[in-house]
């Protein structure tokens, strides 16, 4: 028998005492509760639980760990110890608490800062350091030992710290936490979910790092200054960086998709061309079996040749240390390309990942659907498609331009000839899906990205200048009226038993 302590009260100790009797009935009769157990453990056990049990899915390492990371930085935050500790508000508080700036703090006298000194001052490593350094093209001075940075970095640098952070990665708090405390209720650890009432945050009106596109003109001038290139990033020469742009452009796979292609997962020597990607190296966690541009696919082999079947491409650390941005800064840089540009809504970003952007929009703009773009992509909705397939404002006035005449000329006016619409017995093409920058009744070019030619350096022509444009073919349409004006014969009328 174990003894429980009661109340002052009377009447609370006898209710205590019947709850007690009860749960022992139920123990009896072979009834019990799982979460009164587990509801005493820690909350830090069951998230080491939760992320074993998100490996076993197939979560990537780096997932698993990222999501297990802001998971606990919530928790430590607003000291949620155990289950019953969990509270909606709180986190509501401390999630906005990251979003606020904080004002830095004074720097000390200096016209200098050695790097050990403002890894110090930021609260941050030293390779941190550097790495922001490097990544927002702040000054520096010296090598080696002899590195400093000057007052004006390190302010900066502190400025940058003290940014709160933007709304797409608090929701990427909420989506972790609440992930977590739903396999607490599902786990049967816990009778319901404290954070379910977490909702997100609208990323739209703040966007961070927007990424954009580049045009067949600025690939191809990329794909020129890599192969031309002397240095070698991490491994990777000129002529390799420039193969893994153009299957990267061809393909839109993902940096560590494109790290882990071998020239065995390559079907070249047929009609079909294709590449395939194993289910471990997808986002998806699905075989993925992409077809391949012709172009593509003609100029592979070569570079192929000698190989070894099952050795990765474009290994190396540059994609598992997250550096292909760096990788192709660089490149976009001895290309004359910019890579940050002033878009509608902010500065906009042409990192590795807007390669994958690029493969999309040109998708978009030769004519492909969306459901067919989808399904290239490897996306779960559209939405996410429509994302990363850009309509610029040229793109938009082409598709403005097929619209009817809809002004009724004036009585002076002469009158405005509405356009033919293929009714009126004469011969005409009929309209086709809009695409950008293509004048009326104009086909869309080819869903084949010719990315191999190189002859167009400078890349000054646009999608719509480099487009095939023909007619296309005559559509006859003959309509027969009747002498009192029906278009259909009525057989009823006409009948001679009637």
């Not at 709160?164 to 992930?179: K, N, Q």
Request: aromatic letters at 6%.
């Amino acid at each position: 028998m174990r003894r429980v302590k009661g109340f002052a009260d009377l009447k609370a100790t006898e209710q205590l005492a019947a709850e007690h009797e009860r749960k022992a009935e139920r123990l009896r009769s072979g009834y019990s509760d799982p979460a009164e157990e587990q509801i005493r453990r820690p909350l830090a056990e069951h998230l080491k639980d939760y992320a074993a049990v998100q490996e076993a899915k197939g979560g990537t390492t780096d997932h698993v760990r990222q999501t297990a990371a802001r998971v606990a930085a919530l928790l430590a935050g607003c000291g949620f110890v155990y289950p019953l500790d969990a509270d909606a508000g709180k986190a509501a508080e401390w999630l906005n608490a990251l979003r606020r700036d904080v004002v830095p703090s004074a720097l000390p006298p200096g016209d200098t800062f050695t790097p050990a000194e403002a890894a110090k001052l930021l609260g941050v490593s030293g390779a941190a350091v550097r790495a922001s350094v490097k990544r927002h093209g702040l000054t520096a001075t010296g090598n080696g030992k002899a590195r400093n940075f000057p007052r004006a970095t390190v302010e900066s640098l502190m400025a940058k710290a003290g940014q709160g952070c933007g709304p797409e990665t608090v929701s990427h708090y909420i989506r972790a936490v609440r992930g977590f405390f739903r396999w607490l209720v599902k786990a049967k650890r816990v009778g319901s979910n404290a954070l379910d009432s977490l909702t997100l945050v609208n990323t739209g009106s703040d966007v961070r790092h927007a990424r954009r596109e580049l045009t067949e003109g600025e690939l191809r001038r990329l794909f020129v200054a890599a192969r031309s290139s002397g240095r070698s990033y991490r491994g990777l020469t000129g002529e390799d960086r420039y193969f893994l742009y153009l299957v990267a452009a061809g393909t839109g796979f993902r940096a560590n998709a494109l790290a882990n292609l071998t020239p065995a997962d390559f079907d070249l020597d047929t009609d079909s061309p294709t590449v395939t990607l194993a289910a471990r190296f997808n986002k998806s966690r699905k075989l993925k079996v992409q077809p391949l541009p012709p172009d593509v696919a003609a100029a592979l082999p070569t570079y192929f040749a000698g190989r070894t079947a099952n050795t990765p491409i474009w290994g190396g650390t540059w994609a598992r240390d997250r550096r292909g941005a760096e990788m192709l800064r660089a490149d976009l840089e001895a290309a004359g390309i910019a890579y940050v540009v002033d878009g509608p809504d902010g500065p906009e970003f042409a990192d590795f990942h807007s390669l994958r952007h690029s493969y999309l929009t040109l998708g978009g703009r030769a004519g492909i659907d969306l459901r067919t773009l989808q399904e290239l992509a490897g996306h779960s909705k559209p939405e996410l498609t429509a994302r990363y397939s850009h309509r610029r404002l040229y793109d938009l006035t082409g598709a403005v331009n097929k619209l009817p005449n809809l002004v009724p000329p004036g009585p002076d006016d002469t009158a405005i000839p509405l356009r033919m619409t293929g009714t009126d017995g004469h011969s005409v093409a009929p309209p086709v899906a809009p695409t950008g920058g293509i004048r009326p009744h104009r086909t869309a070019p080819s869903g084949n990205l010719r990315l191999v030619d190189v002859g167009d350096v400078d890349g000054r022509g646009t999608l719509q200048n480099t487009a095939s444009r023909h007619l296309s073919a005559p559509a006859r349409i003959d309509l027969h009226s009747e002498d009192d004006g029906t278009r259909t014969r009525n057989l009823r009328i006409d009948s001679p038993v009637l």
